[in-house]
């Protein structure tokens, strides 16, 4: 008589706030025989509900980190958090090492510019903010909330700032206006803004993907010059850009392709 063989359910967490992390923790969710937890940074008031388990907040640097997938049991460790989130990024890294746990990054491509695009790229928020023209200006900021303090140390401009979440805008930025608005955006929604404010400058971080393409569009088709700030270096790991790719990477770690449907 052949005895059944049976397999623990591998224990994924992954480290969310991204499109890719939404749509695959919703694969996850219906595949059989596998337990994923989402976590999120919590730097969004009302994150889009998912349907995995999720838990909320930061665990304390790479050591809070691996003693969580120590206790917690994890297997495997997925980051699909946003390309300019470098520290938990680093702190993925360095815990995946120190507890021996298969570590997988979903990571967009960057954009490239095309015909048309004026950009002028840089290697930090500060730097884009410091190379705007010295007299006032329009400037559209897609930089984030974690920017504000940045825009604040070059007030005299006009800056239309778009964030997810509502906020109260410091003084130094009286002469600005603030949106809060969830993407994914439109290019002629965000092109008839630009035309509305009069804007001459965009601020962006090249975050890739889709979702906030369109104000790159949208500069593009206006001749609006764009300050492009490149992505912070992480330290090597293993890396996919799809939640399908993600997927045929764990069915690679712990089970056949067929039984989580890829």
Aim: hydrophobic letters at 45%; charged letters at 20%.
């Amino acid at each position: 008589m052949t005895k059944a063989i049976t397999t623990t359910p591998p224990r994924i967490l992954l480290l969310g706030g991204t499109t890719e992390a939404a749509t695959l923790a919703d694969r996850l969710a219906t595949a059989d025989n596998i337990e994923a937890t989402l976590s999120l940074a919590g730097r969004t008031a009302n994150p889009a509900a998912s349907t995995l388990p999720t838990r909320v907040g930061g665990f304390g640097g790479s050591d809070g980190l691996a003693a969580y997938l120590r206790q917690e049991k994890i297997d495997l460790l997925i980051d699909a958090t946003h390309p300019f989130a470098a520290q938990i990024s680093a702190n993925a890294v360095a815990a995946a090492a120190a507890t021996n746990i298969p570590l997988l990054a979903i990571e967009r491509p960057a954009w490239t510019p095309v015909e048309g695009d004026n950009w002028i790229e840089h290697d930090s928020i500060d730097a884009a903010i410091a190379a705007l023209p010295t007299e006032p200006q329009d400037v559209f900021s897609g930089l984030g909330r974690q920017a504000i303090d940045a825009l604040c140390r070059a007030p005299l401009h006009r800056y239309l700032i778009r964030v997810v979440d509502p906020l109260e805008l410091p003084c130094e930025l009286i002469n600005s206006e603030l949106i809060a608005a969830r993407g994914p955006f439109r290019t002629g929604e965000d092109a008839r803004l630009f035309a509305d404010y009069d804007i001459r400058y965009v601020l962006a971080k090249n975050a890739g993907g889709s979702a906030a393409y369109a104000k790159i569009e949208a500069a593009r088709q206006l001749g609006i010059a764009v300050h492009m700030v490149r992505r912070p270096a992480i330290p090597d790991r293993t890396k996919v850009s799809s939640a399908d790719e993600a997927l045929t990477w764990i069915a690679t770690h712990h089970r056949s392709r067929s039984d989580l449907g890829v």
